[in-house]
């Protein structure tokens, strides 16, 4: 048996020494591609503290604002575009009331002095009505969509999830973004 693997050992060193030489010899765009295509890692306040999306136990979708602008995501009524098992209406009894469901757990009532059960928080702050809720994603860093039981964080109540809407922080600089079309 040691025979044999004295026999095969130069065949195997060969082999290795040759594909180490190609290695060195990889053009450094090469390198540097395979380095601008890696994934950027998605970062969450889903616990109400940053963290990797891979690392949140809790059933959770985010969208950046590449997402949203990609998306046609303009209101949050529009957010069950791009979220699963979400749905997202405007109600006709309120003006700007939102009737939400995740998941199936939902209620379309607006009563001021029911909470809902899915909840609605922005900038970190719960509304503990549903009325209002109904606005304009403009110039957002981040929605998360909360899937299941979120009364430890965000309330009581909130048995069907949370719509987490965090806004961009003010840069100081003055700016603008314009688009436009014809027929």
């Known amino acids: 048996m040691r025979q044999h693997f004295l ?24 390198i540097a591609r395979a380095q601008d295509s890696l994934i950027e890692e998605v970062v969450v306040t889903a616990r109400k503290r940053q963290e990797s999306l891979q690392d949140v136990p809790v059933a959770v979708t985010a ?9 046609s ?11 699963p098992n979400v749905e997202l209406h405007q109600t006709y009894i309120g003006s700007e009331s939102l009737s939400a469901s995740i998941r199936g757990i939902g209620f379309d009532d607006i009563e001021k002095s ?7 928080a922005v ?15 403009f110039d957002v ?12 964080l965000f309330g ?14 003010p840069t100081g600089e003055v700016g603008c973004e314009v ?4 027929r």
């Open 73 to 83: 995501i303009q209101r949050t009524t529009d957010i069950d575009k791009m979220v």
């Open 114 to 120: 029911l909470e809902p059960t899915v909840g609605v």
């Open 7 to 30: 026999r095969m050992s130069p065949i195997a060193i060969a082999t290795v020494a040759t594909s180490l030489g190609t290695v060195g010899s990889l053009p450094i765009t090469t």
């Open 123 to 137: 900038d970190g702050v719960f509304m503990a009505s549903n009325s209002g809720a109904v606005f304009d994603l």
């Open 63 to 71: 969208l950046t604002p590449n997402q949203l602008e990609r998306g």
């Open 179 to 182: 688009t436009g079309n014809f």
């Open 141 to 152: 860093e981040s929605v998360e969509v909360l899937r299941g039981p979120q009364g430890t």
């Open 156 to 169: 009581r109540n909130t048995i069907g999830g949370v719509i987490n809407v965090t806004r961009s922080k």
